[in-house]
């Protein structure tokens, strides 16, 4: 059973930054794309950003690229969504998610993924 264990959010003052880092449990399936959604209080969950694990291709909301950054470690099966200049929006629940499974979809949707972490909460005062 895959696991996906995040870590790195909490507690940062506007304009400050954090690095999101999620580590995929599972050492026997193949990875294919792994993302970042959010969700804050009140709102939908929202796309953040993917890569993907074989290419490294990299998708973003248009709105958050110029401030975040997804990587990947490969020999980790970690990755990783570096967040600079962060504002009081950005609050949010961020969840790491995960596809294993060989199939089309649309990076930016929650249906493209088969597994979700718990979720790190990241809060940015004034």
């Known amino acids: 059973q895959e696991q996906l264990v995040e870590s790195g959010g909490g507690l940062v003052q506007s304009g400050g930054s954090l690095k999101l880092s999620c580590e995929a449990s599972?050492?026997?399936?193949?990875?294919?794309?792994m993302g970042w959604f959010r969700q804050a209080p009140g709102k939908e969950r929202e796309f953040v950003s993917a890569i993907s694990w074989t290419t490294g291709e990299v998708f973003y909301a248009a709105a958050l690229k110029p401030r975040f950054t997804i990587s990947r470690d490969n020999t980790k099966n970690t990755a990783f969504l570096q967040m600079n200049n962060l504002k009081p929006e950005d609050t949010a629940i961020y969840y790491c998610?995960?596809?294993?499974?060989?199939?089309?979809?649309?990076?930016?949707?929650?249906?493209?993924?088969?597994?979700w972490g718990q979720g790190t909460p990241v809060t940015v005062s004034l």
């Open positions: 599972d050492r026997t399936h193949s990875i294919y794309l």
């Open positions: 998610a995960l596809r294993n499974t060989l199939r089309k979809s649309v990076a930016t949707s929650p249906s493209a993924y088969d597994h």
